[in-house]
């Protein structure tokens, strides 16, 4: 898949007269520049610059480079409104002193600036906020201040969080079997998990990620949540929520962490069964409106209008940044505490590290997940939501630091950009702790 | 069409156990109301409550009262951005007396009132504006404050203004032909058009709205922009641009008003062309940002990215009475000219009513199309933009009033709810100026 991509990108940019010295490497961020390449540039736009969801070429690369901002034109979405309410303020704080910062990126040894982090790992947008002012905001690639970008895997802290909310408020029993609230998962791997493994994702499923492999499960769970009407001959299951009932057990529950995005679906199907709405609706009502969010974000969804829950958020940078925010804050919006103080500090205290250990993210020395977030267990309490080709809500609580940001970097695996992008918001916090960016005590 | 809709409406209607006493009437407003049918509620809808735009059920009545408030969640969108600015307030004016007001409906002799009026006619949406503040704002159906409805032909009319606008600011000739903007049509009907005859629908095009002939050209215009993957063996155009070339000459060009959907979608290509901006872009950049909109809004596209000019848009009714403030008053929005009065002032003049009258609206006598807008040349100097199924913006300049509506009349054509609102439009015009919701003079 990603190779395929890269070769076809070569293939394209080469006809397009652009030489590239060197066949293996895929094209840098300004080679891969959407603008640059004009993706669906022109009226009409010629065969060469269309870019489709029905053939696949939306997630290619660079097309990607363009598809991660325009999801809402490649499918159907539903809104995750805003409301009516009025919108939080974001005060700025001009930092120009950041640009100049310098880290070492994993694995090397020269030191590499903050602007040049951008380009390396295929940044689409940045947003820092310190005591909750915002002392950096930067657009690349497609991507606008007022554009939507895809959240993918960042979709699931949303999610973890609204589980741990409903817990919280009594709806939903942390110890309690999925098979309570959906007698459809039954007979699925799912029945018997609890929703609390469901959360730290220790449940005992088959689920493979592994998009090199055609029979990875995530392949039907695509063809599954894929809206377009299904080919004639087609077998499999036609929903997301039809698919979750046919995953099979592996493993015990409660045994070790897997990262596996049906985990989340299956907590969507479960909220939506203990409040009646979908989590678009949810999220909408308990987040996106008490936020005070500058946009409506959207939700794509399968055929029978269920949203995508493992990854199927869009929103805007400022707002993730507001959403960092929240949590940095304990849960409180301004005065208002939109989420109780007890939610997050359970979702910062983290899971089990020596059960993250065992799935092997070797960059994640000490790391665990909770409630569908990344807790680094660092000195600094930062904890993460992290969602493919570089998606990801940095939160340091010591460091009073929020750093939102999206990317389209060509590698799905976030081991691909970690190596530029962690150490980075580490000298980050080291320098705003020491008083780089002089700001009031907020 | 719409008996076939109303057929599987009632054996729907009867597979649920609700007796309805007579067959060949639609339901009613109560019976069609979409929370009562339950469209796609539950988690999953069950297969009787789905609603699909693969198989048309989407548009078939009483579906199509759910659909018209989630087009996005039916086919892909592209966002009209509000931009970051400002949202313009709209203050309120409570006016209880409105209720009762009461109008007779043209064709009865029994008088109604303004509340029951919406029942009548399907509204599912309604904002009166007087001197600028929301005197009424109410929601039926499946539309919320914080929704967005279909605007269907409406959208003509912001394509109207914004061509209108574009010839003032010399980005476009008024007399100059379509082939100078857009040769690729040169081979078709619309060619040898001017841009005024586009604006006014005087073109001799070959072009029926007949939805009850399979060979209308409506049909093959819907089969291109149909966003779906075209079946197998489809042989015809495959975006709104290809299918704009095919169109074939009918009559001459300015010698009568021919209400016909394909004017739009030229004009949108012709803009294009002139601005390198598609149509929703262009909505944004002119309109929506400098309205304060306080949503997005958004457009439906074909498999290509083209914005549907001819009947796309979707948008909150309260920025649909936002754009009506703007009309009234004559392009300003608050202390700032968005649109030069002197566009205004030519859009108000009105068109040659001798050629709108040979287009046969009975109901219409003494009106006239021009820039996209239906004049009513009445005392008022009243004027409207329209769309099936009962979308109306309604501007009464001498009553200081704005009405913006939306609907979902089992009935297209607006003869089948003119009866119902157009007096109902004038009663409230001449309560306002008789001071029937006394307000401050604004």
Known sequence: MRYAGIKRGLLVGLSLGWALSVAAVPLSAEDSDPARWGWMQGSPPPPEKRISFADGSYFQFPQMRWSVAHFR??????????????????????????????????????????????????????????????????????????????????????????????????????????????????????????????????????FSEDYADPNAEVWAHAAAGNPLPKPADYVGPRSYFEFLQTVQPEGEHGAAFHYRTANTDALGWVMTRATGQNVAQLLSERIWQPLGAEQDAYMTVDSWGTPFAGG???????????????????????????????????????????????????????????????????????????????????????????????????????????????????????FLLEGGCALPEG
Chains 1, 2 share one sequence.
């Open 73 to 206: 034109q490649l499918m159907p979405t539903v809104q995750v409104a805003r409301g009516t309410g009025p919108i939080q303020p974001l005060a700025s704080h001009s930092c120009a002193a950041l640009d100049a910062l310098t880290f070492v990126p994993w694995g090397q040894s020269e030191p590499m600036t903050w602007a040049e982090s951008m380009r390396a790992n295929y940044t689409d947008g940045i947003a820092v906020l310190h005591r909750g002012r915002l002392i950096d905001e930067r657009y690349f690639g497609a991507l606008t201040a007022e554009g939507q970008h895809a959240a993918m895997s960042v979709t699931k802290s949303f999610m973890g969080l609204l589980g741990a909310l409903l817990i919280e408020e009594g709806l939903l029993d942390a110890e309690r079997q999925v098979v309570e609230y959906v007698p459809e998962l039954g007979a699925s791997a799912f029945g018997s998990a609890t929703i609390a493994q469901l959360l730290d994702m220790t449940t005992g499923i088959r």
């Open 312 to 430: 199927g958020l869009n929103l805007s940078l400022r707002d993730l940044a507001r959403f960092g925010e929240l949590l940095r804050q304990n849960g409180r919006v301004g005065e208002q505490q939109v989420i109780p103080a007890a939610v997050i500090a359970d979702l910062r205290t983290g899971g089990d590290q020596a059960q993250f250990a065992q799935a092997g993210y070797s960059q994640l020395e000490g790391w665990s997940y909770h409630q569908m977030w990344w807790i680094t267990h660092n000195a600094h309490g930062a904890f993460m939501a992290r969602g493919v080709h570089g998606q990801a809500l940095y939160i340091d609580p010591t460091a009073e630091m929020v750093i939102a940001r999206f990317g389209s970097h060509p590698v799905a695996a976030n081991a691909a950009n970690d190596a530029t992008s962690l150490p980075a918001y580490q000298a980050l916090a080291t």
